[in-house]
């Protein structure tokens, strides 16, 4: 279980949550689109995505120049400095993870009070629900090393194929995910590339990495890392490790 610390500027974090009683917060492909929509937003704007769009929607109808409502956005309401650095990120059906870098006092807690909130008014009044959409607070984790950091990022990327929402040869197309455009090196105005990449000579080999084997090896590196039983997965491969490890230990004893 991540404890909740305080977050600090020019650090990394594992940032995660799920949705309240588990349930699933992205229905369709809409939803997703929103979430990445609002990651890109909060990261840029210090003004409502909804009542943007509103009045864009409007302006439309009308037959007005919806570019002018864009400008006005850019010119008074841009961040002075964006709050956080995506490194990597997962959307999943009932939860998410995200990699960031605090570039900012405060800047973690800012950008996840104004993305959940935004995201949790845009579900709710999508799907006439009331209420908690998240369960509670978002965790957040210190990454402390360089190679908590590289095992972090594949956890998160690996996340859709462990789950079984993909396969190995189709991981790097799945959609919600930064590490399609990881492997098509492409920029998703999201996401902050150059930390992960600077530890891989090619792509290719960034991409094998995230591939390579089984987790059982690095499991003390994302120890604490998981939302719980979310990842049976997870936790198969820990009881099968642990299997493993007595069976040794018996072994030498009776040698």
């Not at 120049?65 to 997962?90: C, H, N, T």
């Not at 973690?108 to 209420?131: A, C, P, Q, V, W």
């Not at 890392?225 to 490790?241: H, S, V």
Request: aromatic share 16%; hydrophobic share 40%.
């Amino acid at each position: 279980m991540a404890r909740q610390l305080g977050l600090y500027t020019d650090n990394f974090y594992h940032i995660f949550n799920r949705g309240a009683l588990k349930r699933e917060i992205f229905l369709d492909d809409g939803d997703y689109f929103r979430w990445v929509k609002l990651m890109y937003w909060c990261l840029r704007y210090n003004y409502s995505l909804s009542k943007f769009l509103s009045r864009v929607d409007f302006m439309r109808r009308t037959g007005e120049d919806s570019g002018q409502v864009e400008k006005e956005i850019a010119k008074f309401y841009s961040l002075p400095q964006r709050p956080v650095e995506m490194i990597a990120w997962v959307l999943m059906p009932n939860h998410f993870h995200l990699v960031l870098k605090q570039l900012v006092e405060a800047g973690i807690s800012s950008f996840m009070h104004r993305l959940t909130s935004s995201y949790s008014h845009y579900f709710n009044r999508k799907y006439e629900g009331t209420g908690t959409l998240f369960q509670g607070r978002f965790r957040a984790v210190l990454v402390d090393t360089e190679e908590q950091f590289l095992h972090l990022c594949r956890y998160v990327h690996i996340n859709p194929l462990s789950a079984g929402l993909a396969s190995r040869q189709t991981l790097p197309d799945y959609s919600w995910s930064s590490f399609r455009y990881y492997m098509m090196g492409k920029d998703d105005l999201v996401t902050t590339r150059e930390y992960l990449e600077s530890y891989f000579p090619s792509i290719r080999l960034l991409g094998e990495f995230t591939l390579a084997g089984s987790v059982n090896q690095e499991a003390y590196l994302i120890e604490g890392l998981t939302i719980d039983d979310d990842f049976g997965w997870y936790e198969e491969k820990r009881a099968c490790e642990k299997i493993r490890r007595d069976n040794l230990i018996e072994e030498v004893f009776k040698a």
